[in-house]
């Protein structure tokens, strides 16, 4: 018998105290990591702040400030940004968001410093990222994306003087559509380099190139040394003494860690495994790995979805694991005893953290969510755990997910009751589900309502053959592993199959319309900026993934007849359940008028339908209220149109 304080109360009725408000209120994203003369510095982005990112620096009084309002250290080279800041002997340079300047910040100094030109019109900028600061010559160097120029963007790497001599920006290489993660060697006589071509994204195929830096500053003699068409490289580093260039390359079928020593251009492997060391590029910056010392390394690695942390002894090969609480981490960094990253796990949030390498300890510099050290609340109480899933799908294949089984301290459920789904599909598509606490998720289970977290085929984290099934295949194998999910779960008993809804952002948001359209299993959804028309994706996205749909499709117009059979909108007769759909209206990724097509195709029909369009958001919400208002209008529309349970703000 239940406890008399529990409730019985029907599943997606119980009331929670994870609230929208309280989400939005005590939430912030932490990124990029950066370690200068023994400090920590991160950047923090802030929906309280209308979506201000601010570059902050621990010190022995807690934390401050280092980039004033109403500056925002954000980029939007590629549209995702990253890279946006770099630090060097305390100062800060940064990209700022609302002109796309380059910035230079001392602080306790004056305002910010602009180092590049104002844009010569509004909506077209040059715009910064992923830049270092040459250790001889005061220069910045990194990637620039010219939007002044007619046409599309023209990418390249370039040096930006740090004097007061008022130099021009100097463009050191270009010629490839895109540039990622510049790197000069410690004596500042070498540059390498990250370089790709459409049709290509850079998981697909990169090359590594390397030139000598004459000492006029201009480079020379640029070779490729590892990479090509087919094989995708991802954040190459020097050794502390310069001898070696280390990479992440996937020749092997999974992004393993190489080495290629400067003087005999001879390359090895360091501790081959079947696990992942890199990410996918969808931002500049990003960091699983940093030298520790000239012979070892720190590094990041993904096995079956989940992160491990471990030390690569460059010396013997061997990779130790060290043993951490956290299953995801990221922008990686150390120097000496001490290694500083963000990390996270399914019942710890998303945190910058420090590690004594040579004590194991560590010690936690900021949480994205300060809420839950809240004794009085008890939040941790209302935390569902997770579990890992592997299911069988079409094709005779297997797919995976992360499923959150609802929890209530409060309430128990009406005997033989089962819980309604909510089947979340992630971004890009090719990314992969996190697994670090989200109370957006706990939103849900906190109500009664499980959620399963989808790692379809074409996901990242299980290798190059996984990531490649989605090739030619967007809209099917996704979509078919989103209803095999699902019904794994009914067949367990675990889920009620007749109240299940589908949600995703993005690229998930067309893998969530697609399924409501394509298959008939779900009883609802929302999508979030998704795609509705690929064709009209093809021919109206930002330069980064203007390509991209050649190899989740085919090519476009050659392949039209696809595009059209695969596209929801042309089929939005045969999508006869509620759909809600947010969108803002400056996304340059998935344009508005992709949402609004297929609101107004649903509209005619007279199926039950929501739409929100936010103003001065672009591709991903920022902003606190809408941040708000989203979790709030989903839960409103399920309850009313699919689960029937009444609302439980």
């Known amino acids: 018998m239940s406890s008399p304080s529990i409730k019985t109360a029907p599943y997606g009725s119980w009331k929670s105290p994870i609230t929208s408000d309280l989400i939005v209120a005590q939430c912030i994203s932490l990124s990029e990591v950066c370690l200068d003369d023994g400090q920590v510095y991160w950047l923090e982005g802030r929906p309280q702040e209308q979506g201000r990112y601010v570059v902050v620096r621990a010190d022995a009084n807690g934390r401050t400030d280092i980039t004033p309002l109403p500056f925002n250290a954000r980029s939007r080279v590629h549209e995702y940004g990253g890279g946006s800041w770099a630090v060097r002997n305390g100062t800060v340079y940064f990209s700022n968001f609302a002109d796309g300047r380059l910035y230079r910040h001392v602080p306790r100094a004056s305002e910010p410093q602009a180092l590049t030109p104002e844009p010569p019109a509004r909506g077209r900028q040059w715009r910064f990222a992923d830049g270092v600061i040459g250790p001889h010559r005061s220069r910045w160097i990194g990637v620039r994306e010219d939007h002044t120029v007619d046409g599309e963007p023209v990418n390249a790497i370039v040096a930006v003087d740090l004097g007061d001599d008022g130099r021009p920006v100097e463009v050191l290489t270009t010629g490839h559509d895109f540039y990622a993660s510049p790197r000069l060697s410690p004596d500042g006589q070498w540059l390498a380099w990250l370089a790709w071509d459409h049709p290509n ?45 280390v990479f992440v390359s996937d020749r092997s079928g999974w992004w393993n860690l190489y080495s290629l020593e400067l003087t005999t251009r001879t390359t090895r492997a360091l501790a081959p495994m079947a696990a992942e060391f ?181 996901s ?22 989103c209803v095999a999910g699902a019904k794994f779960l009914d067949a367990q008993g675990r889920v009620d199959g007749k109240r299940c809804v589908i949600s995703g952002g993005s690229a998930g948001g067309y893998t969530t319309l697609a399924t409501l359209t394509f298959r008939d299993f779900f009883q609802g959804g929302a999508s979030y900026y998704g795609v509705s028309d690929i064709a009209a994706l093809a021919r109206d996205t930002h330069k980064f993934e203007s390509h991209y749909l050649d190899w989740l499709i085919g090519p476009y117009p050659q392949e039209a007849a696809r595009y059209r059979e695969r596209s929801p909108l042309y089929h939005a007769d045969r999508l006869a359940k509620p759909v809600i759909f947010f969108q803002g209206n400056e996304d340059a990724v998935v344009p508005p008028n992709q949402t609004e097509a297929m609101v107004d195709a649903l509209r005619r029909k007279g199926n039950p339908v929501g739409y929100f369009l936010f103003s001065g958001e672009q591709h991903g919400f920022r902003k606190a209220d809408n941040i708000r208002c989203c979790l709030d209008a989903e839960l409103a529309f399920y309850s009313i149109e699919v689960f029937r349970t009444g609302l439980t703000f």
Request: with cysteine; net charge negative.
């Open 201 to 245: 994204m850079p998981w697909n195929g990169t090359r590594l190139y390397l030139a000598e830096v004459s000492q006029h500053g201009a480079i020379g003699g640029a070779q490729v040394i590892a990479g090509g068409a087919t094989e995708s490289i991802f954040q190459p580093e020097w050794s502390p003494d310069g001898a070696q260039i």
């Open 278 to 458: 890199g990410l996918p590029q969808w931002s500049l910056g990003i960091s699983t790995y940093a030298f520790s010392g000239p012979d070892r390394i720190i590094c990041s690695y993904t096995e079956g979805g989940l992160g491990s942390l471990a030390v690569l002894d460059l010396a013997n090969g061997t990779l130790t694991p060290i043993a951490t609480r956290f299953t995801e981490f990221g922008s990686l960094r150390a120097g000496g005893e001490r290694a500083v990253f963000r990390a996270g796990a399914p019942d710890h949030p998303a945190s910058i953290v420090t590690l004594d390498l040579a004590s194991g300890r560590h010690s936690v510099l900021k949480r994205a969510i300060d809420i839950l050290d809240r004794s009085d609340l008890h939040l941790d109480d209302y935390l569902t755990r997770v579990e890992s899933v592997e299911f069988p799908t079409t094709g005779g294949q297997t797919a995976f997910g992360l499923f959150y089984p609802p929890h209530n301290p409060d309430y128990a459920p009406a005997a033989e009751e089962r819980p309604p789904l909510l089947v979340k599909c992630h971004g890009g598509p090719t990314s992969a589900a996190s697994s670090t606490l989200n109370l957006g998720v706990q939103y849900w289970t906190s109500r009664g309502i499980a959620v399963l977290d989808v790692n379809h085929r074409g």
């Open 460 to 481: 990242t984290g299980f290798g190059r053959a996984y990531r490649d099934r989605l090739q030619l295949n967007w809209g099917v194998v996704d979509v078919d592993d």
